[in-house]
């Protein structure tokens, strides 16, 4: 066997073995669980891409936007009341 031939040969058999998914895509193939992954994660983070409300979403107002960054600036923030989310429970420790 000619030593052309054989290493054409050879070339040839490591070049077609080596076909793989992205050979198909070149042909039109897709993979159907191609992207699944993403496509999971972006349903687990989308509840409801057109939600409905019951009540509109209050107005804003950038005149309380202005006040409230001015309070800010001058350090005259009203402070909010301090508020529990526990009870104390009877007998136990206050």
Known sequence: MNSKVFLFTALSGLSLGGCSVADKELLGYQD??????????MAAQVINPNPEYDTLVPESSAENAVNAIERYRDGTVEQPERQSTTEPVAGGPN
């Open 32 to 41: 159907p669980s191609w992207g699944e992954a993403n496509r999971a994660t």
